[in-house]
């Protein structure tokens, strides 16, 4: 379409008539909008005729077509500016119905709804690519709405698409202004409000104070819309957590979020890929959470078939463990996929002795086979063991970390599974090539060699971390003759190598260096001038 012929027709056309031209450019733009350079003007006076359109009464038929024009053309960040103003992101706000704080009492029809949430869109589009609008959403107090809102909507009081584009405009406000992140936390309480939104999202049933009702053998998949919702409700939690825990938090509300994310992990969803997702996020929060609320993990008495250790339930630790080795298997994207989840064992494991026990179980087993380098094989701890050699530093030291961490930072016993050569990086970083231990303490352990390794030990290479096989010894087949003549074959290797290879110097009359005759030739010669002279 002619954007010329679209701005005449919006600055002088009927309610009828703006409908009718921004639904065909709707349907022209919607899938794909190129941004021809040469018309960013007239994309940006378009804004600008839009938001004037919006500010009028209109039908919500109109309002919603306008407002998906709008949101098409908040994809380029650089016609922003009419939008990205105070009157610009109030107007968006209001047909968000932001102001108000939660939709009309009454239940809106379908259309209003629409309306609802292509602003609620278009104020996503707009807040994520535009500075000036994150400043102007910070002072109009964008994330006061947004709380009210959500704390209005229960029990179905706003539809999925509501509540999930509210959701993600607080994720995105929360992400990019550490101010709102703040007040969210001191004076929305947001994260009890965020908790809330999953307990009803995720149908958490209490049967304890940090247990929930565990999901039956046969219980059905996470819905993919309250999935959806359950993803942007934890990315908010995460940026809140970021913010240093404070006394109006309490220590209750962070177990509380832990208890939820032990909940969120014996889940299922529609699919392996969102499943995964959906672990993704619950490990990111639980790293921000206080170690001492890990004990939440596994403080639940033990259901049929899970796994048990030492009377804690390590079901969800087990999850996790399984998540990681699938991160390990990706074989891409570990800097991101897998340094959190590596993180999060690693600190559980220092700080739990329960937990750290039962990982050591499940990825450093007593050894039995050691006539194989520590890093082949497909076990975990192999896989671990490769990881640290990686090129990503970050990635290297994660792991060779949370190993360190399984053996009590002991520098014996990370040698004894991973060889010397493979745990070098850590020791030169931990100043520990000489040996000992870490800085933290660690109860005692039994001993747990195997009757293999100990009768094995003192053949172990330490460098390699494994049982060599003896090399043969060339010589033995050999005659006489042929010793002799591989001898001389030595010997004159010998003799060619310093002519070869290393030229004897010596220091010249100015200091310089030369060859060795050049610099004996000018001593005779200086000397022998001395003794004419006499």
Excluded at 18 to 43: A, G, H, K, Y
Excluded at 104 to 126: I, M, Q, W, Y
Aim: charge should be negative; hydrophobic fraction near 40%.
């Amino acid at each position: 379409m002619d954007l010329n012929d679209v701005l005449s027709k919006l600055d002088a056309g009927d309610e009828e008539e703006i409908e009718r031209l921004v639904e065909q450019f709707n349907r022209e733009n919607r899938r794909t909008f190129t941004f021809d350079p040469n018309q960013e003007d007239l994309r940006s006076k378009l804004c600008e005729s839009l938001l004037t359109v919006l500010g009028r009464p209109l039908q919500p038929g109109c309002q919603s077509c306008c407002l998906e024009t709008l949101r098409i053309l908040s994809r380029d960040k650089r016609v922003l500016g009419p939008v990205a103003t105070r009157e610009g992101v109030l107007v968006l706000a209001g047909l968000a119905q932001l102001q108000d704080g939660d939709l009309r009492g009454d239940a809106p029809s379908e259309r209003e709804e629409r309306v609802v949430v292509e602003a609620l869109k278009c104020l996503c589009n707009v807040v994520f690519n535009s500075a000036a609008a994150q400043q102007v959403g910070a002072e109009v107090q964008l994330a006061r709405g947004l709380c009210a809102r959500l704390r209005g909507a229960r029990a179905g009081a706003a539809r999925h698409e509501v509540g999930l584009f509210s959701l993600r405009l607080l994720f995105l406000l929360s992400a990019l202004r550490p101010d709102v992140r703040g007040g969210l936390r001191r004076e929305l309480h947001a994260l009890a409000l965020l908790t809330r939104v999953l307990e009803e999202t995720l149908d958490v049933r209490w049967v304890g104070p940090y247990e929930a009702a565990a999901p039956g053998p046969g219980a059905l998949a996470v819905p993919a819309e309250k999935n959806e919702r359950a993803m942007e409700a934890l990315k908010a939690l995460f940026n809140l957590t970021l913010v240093d825990a404070g006394e109006e938090d309490g220590d209750h509300q962070l177990r509380l979020i832990a208890a939820i994310m032990r909940h969120l992990l014996m889940l299922k969803t529609q699919t392996e890929e969102k499943t995964e997702e959906a672990h993704s996020h619950a490990i990111n929060l639980l790293s921000n959470l206080p170690v001492s609320c890990l004990d939440v993990l596994i403080d639940v008495p033990v259901q049929g078939g899970q796994q048990k250790y030492n009377g804690k339930n390590m079901a969800a630790v087990q999850v996790l463990l399984d998540f990681m080795e699938k991160r390990i298997d990706k074989g891409s994207n570990f800097k991101e996929g897998l340094t959190p989840i590596l993180s999060l064992l690693t600190e559980g494991s220092r700080h739990h002795r329960e937990i750290r026990r039962y990982i050591k179980t499940q990825v450093l087993p007593p050894l039995k086979e050691v006539k194989i380098r520590p890093e082949i094989g497909t076990t975990v701890r192999n896989k671990l063991v490769r990881l640290m050699t990686h090129v990503d530093m970050g990635v290297k030291q994660s792991a060779a970390e949370f190993l360190f961490v399984l053996c009590k930072e002991s520098v014996d016993n990370l040698l004894k599974y991973t060889g010397y050569g493979n745990a070098a990086g850590l020791l030169v970083e931990r100043n520990l090539l000489a040996g000992g231990r870490g800085d933290t303490k660690y109860s005692e352990d039994e001993d747990s060699d195997t009757e293999e390794y100990k009768s094995a030990k003192p053949f172990i290479n330490p460098i390699t971390g494994h049982v060599e096989e003896p090399m043969l010894n060339p010589l033995e087949e050999m005659t006489e003759e042929q010793k002799e003549y591989e001898a001389q074959k030595l010997i004159d290797m010998f003799d060619k190598f310093p002519r070869q290879f290393i030229q004897p110097m010596g220091v010249m009359k100015d200091g310089t260096l030369a060859p060795l005759d050049e610099a004996l030739c000018q001593a005779a010669g200086d000397s022998s001038g001395s003794d004419s002279d006499e």
